[in-house]
């Protein structure tokens, strides 16, 4: 009799090629014996195919399905959830590599606390070095937490490549993704649901994954807009919950922070357009008292201020000051590595 999967790994794969065959190795090296790995292949036109193609005859807990035409991200994660036959499910990124362990201890974690996420730290892997994301304190880890008086842990980085989740619940929870077109975003409204459910969400902070923060340039006018759609999924959910009340402050904040990352990645050419539905969701966010000045880092709220009080135009004046001024400072001769950011800017 075959043993039952404990935990399904879902790999979303679009000409990855220079990165994949990492992350297959770092799957291949999972202690967890009874686990699957069903990695989608979303249409890739490099050598993507024949990658995934080469490692599923060498690994006996890997499966490929190829897809002729892409679907987008979203719909590809949900067809894979449907498809999972583990009682956990695990998502990530094609571009990441893993620790042997993370699996098998996640999975350990979430069955000691019967818990329907279980949550861990990560490194953000960039030019070949490793820093800690300690996204999750020390106090914070270790028992069942509740998002309501932890309300820190809505301010961090989505990162749902960082943990594990009970199919069980995302069925009951009728919790998945959108299927827009594909963008970098999409894990906006999944991480929203996970957290204001009222599932049982165990942290931990020791670190398993090794993220590669791949920069990407929003070029479709269709995508350029994702986010915002991402977060009107958000607030619906938060009010169909009923828990609008206790979350609406910081969603907002959150959500302002979210949208100026989102200006990061767009082209020149939407920024305008972009920076005038801003000003107009959060206008009316202003409207119905929503927005809150603790809630927000200090720079982001004179920011917001500006495009509310002043005009998108001066907004978008500090914004481009701003950036270049980033890109300067970037450019220049390198410092120690810090764990922590060197601004306030820690939601960018």
């Known amino acids: 009799m075959e043993k039952p999967v404990r935990v399904t790994v879902l790999v979303y794969v679009h000409n990855a090629e220079k990165y994949l065959i990492d992350c297959l190795k770092s799957l291949s090296n999972q202690i967890l014996d009874d686990m699957e790995i069903i990695c989608i292949n979303d249409g890739s036109t490099d050598e993507s195919a024949d990658i995934l193609k080469n490692f599923a005859t060498k690994e006996p807990r890997m499966r490929v399905i190829e897809l002729k035409k892409s679907a987008g991200y979203g719909r590809v994660l949900n067809r894979g959830i449907k498809l999972a036959s583990g009682e956990y499910i695990g998502i990530i990124e094609a571009t990441d590599f893993i620790n042997p362990e993370m699996f098998i201890e996640l999975f350990a974690l979430a069955k000691k606390f019967d818990a329907d996420v279980a949550k861990s730290n990560y490194f953000i892997f960039d030019k070949d070095k490793d820093e800690l994301k300690d996204a999750i304190l020390p106090e914070e880890a270790g028992f069942i937490i509740d998002p309501m008086e932890n309300t820190r842990i809505f301010y961090q980085p989505p990162a749902i490549w960082s943990a594990i989740y009970k199919k069980s619940f995302l069925e009951k929870e009728k919790i998945g993704f959108l299927e827009t ?85 767009l082209k020149k050419e939407f920024l305008e357009k972009f920076a005038l539905r801003m000003r107009a969701e959060f206008h009316d966010a202003d409207n119905k008292n929503m927005l809150r000045k603790p809630y927000f880092p200090k720079n982001h709220w004179r920011m917001l201020r500006v495009l509310l009080d002043t005009s998108p135009t001066a907004f978008l004046l500090i914004f481009k000051n701003r950036n270049k001024k980033q890109l300067k400072s970037n450019n220049q001769k390198p410092t120690k590595t810090k764990t922590k950011p060197k601004s306030d800017d820690e939601l960018d």
Not at 185 to 194: R, T
Not at 239 to 249: A, R
């Open 181 to 265: 077109s594909a963008c970098a975003c999409q894990d906006i409204s999944f991480n929203v649901k996970i957290l204001a459910s009222g599932g049982a969400i165990v942290l931990t902070d020791k670190p398993y994954l090794h993220h590669r923060p791949i920069k990407t340039v929003i070029d479709n006018a269709e995508e350029a807009f994702n986010i915002n759609e991402e977060f009107a999924e958000a607030e619906r959910y938060l009010k169909k919950k009923d828990v609008w009340k206790v979350y609406g402050y910081i969603f907002e904040a959150v959500k302002f922070a979210s949208y100026h990352w989102n200006m990061l990645n």
